[in-house]
């Protein structure tokens, strides 16, 4: 089946990493995606990750494949105020064409 | 390059009513998919067309429709509309590999 999961939360203080973490069940998918989605906007993409890959580094964020368990994370570096956000895992499905099974989303809260 | 462009932002609708939601993706993406956001059910595809043809549609009653111009520009169409429609409307374009850009979409409010 079809199936992503992620916490609902994470609290970090600010100039911390945060790690952000993603399982996913269908083994054949292709991508895996990270969008960013701040109060009353669209999402916005972070970054993306071929399954043929294991990790991909961009600026502050690093994201880490383990195809073996199924499990994606995603680790921003020195996390600031402007990264409290909801942050969506998704998957491409390898069924079909183009479509995103997305994650329920975890809310990062960044504190002094 | 200009982003995938949503319109209109917002909108209020009464039961019953039907609603034509617009999507312009980025040029030269062909691809353009669409998704439901509700707080209950969180982000949930609707249907993606490429070229002008429907490729994948996602489980959803037949009320929602879609359509995509030569030009790539895709509307999506609701039907009759229910209170459980309520929801915010993200529409993606995409070259084909690799990334999906979205909209800032449109919140549809039935009343």
């Known amino acids: 089946g079809e199936d992503v999961e992620q916490s609902l939360f994470l609290s970090v203080r600010e100039g911390d990493s945060s790690v952000i973490n993603c399982t996913y069940t269908d083994s054949s998918s292709t991508y895996l995606y990270w969008y960013k989605q701040e109060p009353g906007a669209g999402l916005q993409l972070l970054t993306y990750i071929f399954s043929n890959m294991d990790m991909k580094q961009d600026q502050r964020l690093t994201v880490l494949l383990n195809k073996k368990d199924k499990h994606l994370s995603l680790r921003i570096a020195d996390t600031q105020t402007g990264d409290s956000a909801i942050y969506f895992c998704a998957e491409r499905n390898s069924g079909g064409y183009n479509k995103l099974i997305f994650g329920a989303g975890t809310r990062l809260a960044v504190h002094p | 390059k200009a982003g995938v462009t949503q319109t209109p932002r917002y909108l209020i609708k009464t039961r019953g009513q039907q609603v034509t939601l617009s999507c312009s993706p980025i040029?030269?993406?062909?691809?353009v998919s669409w998704y439901q956001q509700t707080p209950g059910q969180g982000l949930q595809f609707l249907f993606e067309y490429f070229s002008e043809t429907q490729r994948n549609k996602g489980n959803f009653p037949g009320r929602f429709s879609g359509r995509q111009f030569s030009n790539s520009r895709s509307e999506m169409n609701v039907s009759t509309l229910e209170l459980g429609d309520s929801a915010l409307y993200l529409c993606a374009s995409s070259a084909g590999q690799g990334g999906y850009t979205f909209g800032s979409g449109t919140r549809l409010t039935v009343v």
């Open positions: 040029s030269g993406h062909r691809s």
